[in-house]
């Protein structure tokens, strides 16, 4: 198997940078051993004006068939035939995906110690696979890369070249090329998307092929046109691990939503509803109605559960009231956006220790998130598929059960006051809805008496007498027996 990488420079960027990124010098050759054969990486050609990187995969057959997997779907062999006279050794598959991931490690998560302003700078990228499977053909490769920013070139491989009325094979010559990707997005796009061509896997695919394809897809899956087709295939079609990866792709969509949009939303509310003095934006007077509350309940630890880039968390923070605030969300890259805004790594040890930023999805229950004294779902459940909310419901309410949960969601029919609001619209493309008043009542009166919870309504932002405050709180404290019972 062979695959390059090749990229352009100038005096300012040599191309000898990808060295840099690569983690792999251009004047000698790397050589690494894998369980299934040897991944070569060289230079052909390395200047400042155009720097070449090839990785050349040799694959030992036998070791393979000794490891239990040949060739066919999922790794099963198709045949007895099958384990000694396939592709493996010459196709791209998910053995390029693995040792792409192995050589490469380091340039797949965007580190470069010695370079570190390299990483994140997008450079033209010419990324070439002599005989790729393509179960699909040229479209599919097509429709898999294009969105991603790749100009594709997929040319297929004639059956044989001396009889071409038998038609073309079901390989590709592949050719990608792009002005606007960083080295690390063009490796993880490959990982995902080689074996995804080829169909098949050498491995047994596992649970923990889901965590390895959200890393993997993390800021471009969720919102891939062909996201079903990938996670399936990736997964061997596995339904139960389908179904889990794209459940907390939904839940990465509402985590990556971007702020931005919002902020640009609040902002308008608060032009829009300015008398004499220029009110706070609504994200402002969320957040303050948010603190009010845990304070006014005497909230010492604090979970604020789909926590974006921490705003709230920075904000919880600045209090010496909350001993402990754990910020959680299913999008790491929203937790590493959310440790440099707070600046972690620069924080005293004291305040350091106030506060945890975790991982996790909120559909399912975690332990780590049991014995609280308050829980925010601070504009979340409206990013949920309604079908999902019951899932969130036992999640929070009844497996976690802080003693105080705050949830806030917009109220629909604030949305007339707003003129840059067209008719209809929710107020994110993410929303998958928004509720009235009385349907956010009901749902919260309902929740509370399934959970032994008790729960009161408040109003956040202009309260206006005929469509309400622009967002809606709700406030549910366990009832008391509950707790005692439970206790």
């Known amino acids: 198997m062979f695959l390059t990488i090749s990229t ?59 490891r239990g997997k040949g060739k066919g779907r999922g790794g099963a062999p198709d045949a007895a035939l099958a384990q000694y006279v396939n592709d493996r050794p010459y196709a791209a598959s998910s053995l390029l995906a693995v040792a792409l991931s192995a050589v490469f ?3 797949m998560r965007g580190a470069c110690h010695a370079r570190p302003e390299l990483p994140d ?67 993880r796009h490959l990982y995902v998307l080689l074996p995804v061509l080829d169909d098949a896997k050498h491995y047994w695919v596992s649970s923990d092929e889901v965590d390895k394809l959200l890393r993997a897809g993390e800021g471009w899956l969720p919102g891939h046109p062909e996201q079903q087709l990938i996670t399936s295939r990736y997964l061997s079609r596995r339904w139960s691990l389908t ?20 902020e640009e939303i609040d902002n308008a509310v608060a032009a829009e509803t300015e008398t004499e003095e220029k009110p706070a934006p609504l994200a402002v007077r969320r957040r303050d109605a948010i603190t009010a509350a845990l304070r006014a309940c005497g909230a010492a630890r604090v979970l604020d559960l789909g926590c974006g880039q921490g705003q709230l968390v920075r904000e919880l923070l600045e209090d010496p009231a909350f001993t402990e605030i754990v910020g959680v969300d299913v999008s790491m890259r929203a937790l590493a956006i959310a440790s440099r805004r ?23 229950t975690d332990h780590r998130l049991k014995g609280y ?96 405050p622009p967002t809606q709180m709700a406030v549910f404290q366990a009832a008391t027996a509950q707790e005692t019972k439970a206790a």
């Not at 450079?123 to 070439?128: K, N, V």
């Not at 009235?436 to 509370?448: G, K, M, Y």
């Not at 729960?455 to 309260?463: A, H, I, R, Y």
């Open 121 to 187: 700078r997008p450079r033209p990228l010419r990324i070439e696979v002599p005989a790729l499977p393509a179960r699909g053909g040229p479209g599919l490769v097509r429709a898999l890369f294009e969105p991603l920013g790749w100009t594709v070139t997929a040319d297929p491989v004639a059956l044989d070249a001396g009889f071409p009325e038998w038609g073309d094979s079901r390989y590709v010559r592949l050719t990608l090329a792009a002005d606007t990707l960083t080295v690390a997005e063009a490796l």
């Open 243 to 262: 179904r889990q990866a794209r459940e907390r792709l939904e839940l990465v969509r509402l985590a990556e939503a971007d702020d931005s949009d919002v």
């Open 8 to 66: 352009t420079g100038n005096e300012r960027y040599p191309a000898t940078d990808l060295g840099f990124l690569l983690h792999k010098h251009p004047d000698r050759a790397f050589s690494a051993g894998l369980s299934y054969g040897t991944a070569h990486v060289f230079y052909p050609e390395a200047d400042d004006e155009r720097c070449t990187a090839a990785l050349l995969l040799e694959v030992d057959a036998v070791a393979l068939v000794r």
């Open 342 to 364: 707070l600046g972690l790594d620069r924080m005293g040890e004291r305040q350091a220790s106030r506060v945890k930023l975790l991982q996790g999805s909120l559909v399912y």
């Open 105 to 107: 490690s380091s340039a």
């Open 373 to 468: 004294d308050a829980a925010v779902l601070s504009e979340v459940i409206e990013h949920l598929d309604l079908p999902r909310l019951p899932a969130l419901e036992y999640a929070v309410f009844g497996a976690a059960r802080p003693r105080t949960v705050l949830v806030t969601t917009p109220n629909v029919e604030y949305n007339v006051r707003w003129e840059s609001l067209p008719a209809g619209h929710v107020r994110h493309g993410d929303h998958r809805f928004e509720w009235t008043r009385e349907e956010f009542r009901s749902w919260a009166r309902q929740l509370a008496e399934r959970h032994g919870y008790d729960v009161e309504f408040t109003p956040v932002g202009p309260d206006d007498p005929e469509v309400g």
